[in-house]
């Protein structure tokens, strides 16, 4: 099985400002693998970014590392703390707040378009490519 590692130290960073209503602070976006059939990004958000209700094409899955945030799908309300993850159907609707500073890492598919100008082409030379034996 090939599995591919990305060094997310060295992403570039994308300012998330228009997400945000309720706080000053943006969050702070780390794209970290795009091929078309997924794309995955993670995620700094600020305690009390919060993003509005809003739905697309993609199936999202959320996975928290650091803090809680709480996310709404289709009307019902769920906390994440570390370790936590949640499943956004393709075109639910849904909304979230960061309960606390969190980190989390989302993954789309398939890859959001609107995500793809975030990944430049260095990126395959930024991953390892491994074999499982």
């Not at 999202?60 to 945030?69: H, L, N, S, Y």
Request: glycine share 6%; proline share 6%.
């Amino acid at each position: 099985m090939k599995q591919i590692y990305y060094d997310l130290s060295e992403a570039p960073i994308h300012s998330d400002q228009d997400r945000t209503d309720s706080t000053k602070r943006p969050a702070i976006v780390r794209p970290s693998c795009f091929n078309g059939s997924f794309s995955a990004i993670m995620v700094d958000y600020p305690e009390g970014f919060t993003w509005k209700e809003h739905h697309h094409a993609p199936e999202q899955i959320t996975i928290c590392f650091k803090g809680r945030m709480q996310y709404t799908v289709d009307g019902e309300t769920h906390i994440l703390e570390p370790g936590d993850t949640i499943y956004v159907p393709a075109w639910a609707m849904h909304t979230g707040i960061a309960l606390e500073d969190c980190q989390a890492m989302d993954v789309f598919t398939p890859g959001r378009k609107d995500h793809e100008a975030w990944f430049d082409d260095s990126i395959e030379y930024k991953c390892e490519f491994t074999e499982d034996k």
